[in-house]
């Protein structure tokens, strides 16, 4: 099993790949932990710190990996609340390559408040690429080409400081 040890002063480990997620664990210098998997570019890893009793996303950048370097492609669960629903009206209109993703405000607190996600799948150059975003706003505008065999698609999130909201499918044009 890989190890990952964290190269940098202070790291973030997230509750999904890429800076978009929520805050999940901090990484000092010289802290190390399982690599149990990575995205499907290998630039974030899911980690397992050995001073925590879950797994985490960190950037590959920030870690240095030993032991065998083959771990496989996952997925993980984003943490659930029931504090605030998922986003109404979600809505997306294209304009040639231009793609802009509305819906309502959420009601939330200030203090809980951490917005929305957006989780899409982008064609750029002719590859499917995931895009994780995060917004304060209640729209959004992606460049997305056409030319992909697959259909780009979307979901959006709620975030409030305890979780996500159930997810919501951007009805993609």
Do not use: I
Not at 2 to 20: I, S
């Amino acid at each position: 099993m890989p190890v990952a040890t964290v190269m940098v002063a202070q790291a973030f480990c997230r509750y999904g790949p890429g800076t978009a997620y929520l805050y999940s664990h901090g990484l000092s210098a010289g802290d190390t932990a399982l690599v149990d998997g990575r995205n499907a570019s290998g630039t974030w890893l899911w980690l397992k710190p050995f001073n925590l009793d879950r797994h985490c996303w960190a950037a590959a950048s920030v870690v240095e990996v030993s032991g065998n370097q083959s771990v496989p492609v996952v997925t993980s669960s984003l943490p659930f609340t029931n504090d605030y629903g998922p986003p109404k009206g979600v809505q997306a209109k294209r304009d040639g390559d231009e793609v802009t993703v509305t819906w309502q405000m959420v009601p939330m607190t200030v203090d809980d408040s951490r917005g929305y996600l957006l989780e899409v799948f982008l064609c750029r150059n002719g590859l499917l690429l995931f895009t994780p975003v995060q917004t304060n706003d209640n729209h959004y505008v992606f460049t997305d080409e056409t030319g992909c065999a697959q259909a780009s698609s979307g979901l959006l999130y709620t975030v409030s400081k305890h979780g996500y909201s159930n997810p919501v499918q951007v009805p993609w044009p």
